[in-house]
């Protein structure tokens, strides 16, 4: 049991043909650990597709507690009765954790919108890869075109437009409001109701409590209060069905399901990962939310009768409803196949909003590779720039040069009394360290907080309230909400994580602008 458990523990080794090594002939070992990451960048350059760029990020949690390497596979067959062999055991799946990251870990909401637009480039790539590896079809299908849909109606409108309808009344609405109250109806009043998503709700409460939706609810004469937890939690998959653009979207639908041909479990999260990172920003967000829903359904699972297993044959339906027909034989396998897949989604989807650390390599090369592409014009243009900077460059050289040899960086925080500080960032320093030393040397501006944020729903939320002790009332935001960004550089803009050791970022980007403000912050230029 144990050499089991510690070869599930690593990843396979590949060749060059992109297929597994055998495990009875060559070690398997980390893939962060098989190569140098200079012959890594020199894959890249010479259009190698890299087909280990997205793995590399999994290791198991708790060996002792983890199945056995048997008891993690799957073998869906293609007669829908092959599929019973190990789904009785399938249900305990094993932790998965993150491996650290001295850079931090990215998750893709940390990055910005062009940024997400490289990602996505990257993902599909690797997505291909993954695919071709394993055997499996990828055949992307085209965006069907949203018609015929009435722009004030709520069932049956595209989460954009609902969102768009929202944000005249929610300006920071980041998700659809209906679906954010359906959601948090059921959490606070019916996670420990036994039989909740399972049971049904009467069809004649859910026409009237639908019609009431599509009259009052963007008015905000609507109130879930007093309405039966079942046709509440029947009216969040209809409107899950509903959608026109289904939550997984429908160019991406097929991929979804056929993870479950992959017969390795890390792999099959790592094909999730990369299929998450496709997915656009207002699906990845309206998913995660609905996932921690689903989790904390599961957490209270002694209490509803809703264990992991039964939670996702239920929602599975709902997210896979736009799949293209297919003959009744499939049918069972197709259902398997689906709320397998919701399973994994439930159970790491922690891990699924991550982005792998040599996928952030690669976005960084892009940058890199977009410089030297210039066309001859663009240079032209660039050197009569230059000429104007070249002045204030050399004035800057000797200053730079010091800071360069001493390891100091210059922080901006456009939101404090000390709008510049310089750091040194050798030991081991940390972006949570230089947050830390900032707000012990200085405190928020309070005139340009609310200036900066003067159109925001936070400052109208709180210009009601009390004022605190000084007499002025509370500010939109507090230090403890700040987070340092890497801007520039070979990167558009990256919220950093607190543990990112800051010399080794400043060597892979030393031409980056260091600035502290809170996530979501209005643009600070």
């Not at 109130?223 to 997984?248: C, H, I, M, W």
């Not at 009394?417 to 972006?431: E, H, L, Y």
Request: proline letters at 5%; hydrophobic letters at 35%.
């Amino acid at each position: 049991s144990s050499s089991s458990s510690s070869s599930s523990s690593n990843l396979p080794q590949r060749h060059g043909n992109g297929r597994q090594a055998s495990s009875h002939t060559h070690p398997r070992t980390p893939y962060r650990q098989s190569s140098d990451s200079e012959l890594r960048r020199a894959r890249v350059r010479n259009g190698d597709r890299g087909r280990e760029g997205a793995r590399g990020f999994l290791t198991p949690q708790g060996s002792l507690d983890s199945p056995d390497q048997e008891d993690i596979k799957l073998h869906f067959g293609s007669p829908a009765h092959s599929y019973s062999s190990q789904s009785a055991n399938y249900d305990q799946l094993p932790n998965f954790t993150i491996m650290p990251d001295v850079l931090g870990i990215t998750y893709i909401e940390d990055l910005s919108a062009q940024d997400r637009d490289k990602v996505r480039s990257l993902a599909l790539l690797e997505l291909t890869v993954t695919f071709d590896d394993h055997n499996i079809p990828l055949r992307p299908r085209r965006p069907a075109k949203v018609k015929g849909v009435q722009e004030d109606r709520l069932f049956g409108s595209p989460l954009s437009t609902l969102l768009q309808n929202d944000r005249k009344r929610e300006p920071n609405a980041m998700i659809p409001l209906l679906l954010l109250e359906m959601i948090t109806t059921l959490e606070e009043r019916a996670l420990g109701e036994e039989g909740i998503l399972r049971i049904p709700g009467s069809a004649a409460r859910l026409n009237l409590m639908q019609q009431e939706l599509e009259a009052t609810f963007n008015s905000g004469g609507f109130s879930f209060e007093g309405k039966k937890a079942t046709d509440v939690a029947s009216l969040l998959k209809q409107f899950l069905r509903d959608l026109p653009v289904p939550l997984l979207t429908r160019e991406h639908l097929p991929a979804f399901a056929s993870i479950a041909d992959i017969e390795d479990l890390k792999e099959q999260v790592r094909t999730l990962n990369l299929l998450i990172l496709l997915l656009p920003d207002l699906h990845q967000r309206v998913l995660k939310r609905l996932l921690l829903f689903l989790e904390r359904v599961v957490q209270h699972s002694e209490a509803n009768k809703m264990d992991l297993m039964n939670v996702s044959m239920v929602i599975a339906p709902n997210f896979f409803v736009a799949l293209p027909s297919r003959q009744s034989l499939d049918d069972v396998l197709m259902a398997a196949k689906t709320s397998h897949v919701v399973r994994l989604l439930i159970k790491y989807r922690k891990l699924l909003w991550t982005v792998p650390g040599e996928m952030l390599k690669q976005v960084r090369f892009l940058y890199e590779s977009e410089v030297r592409r210039l066309t001859q014009r663009s240079v032209q243009r660039a050197l009569k720039q230059m000429q104007h900077l070249q002045l204030e460059q050399q004035a800057s050289e000797g200053r730079r040069a010091h800071e360069n040899e001493h390891h100091i960086i210059r922080i901006k925080a456009p939101l404090f009394t000390r709008v510049c500080m310089a750091v040194n960032i050798q030991d081991g320093v940390t972006a949570g360290d230089i947050i830390t030393k900032l707000q012990k040397r200085s405190r928020l501006n309070r005139d340009v907080v609310r200036k900066r944020f003067s159109n925001s729903s936070l400052l109208d939320s709180t210009s009601s309230t009390s004022s605190d002790e000084g007499g002025e009332s509370p500010l939109p935001i507090d230090a403890g909400e700040q987070f340092l960004f890497e801007v520039g550089g070979n990167i558009g803009e990256r919220c950093l994580s607190h543990d990112t050791d800051m010399q080794l970022l400043y060597s892979i980007n030393p031409n980056a602008q260091w600035v502290i403000k809170p996530k979501d912050c209005p643009d600070l230029n």
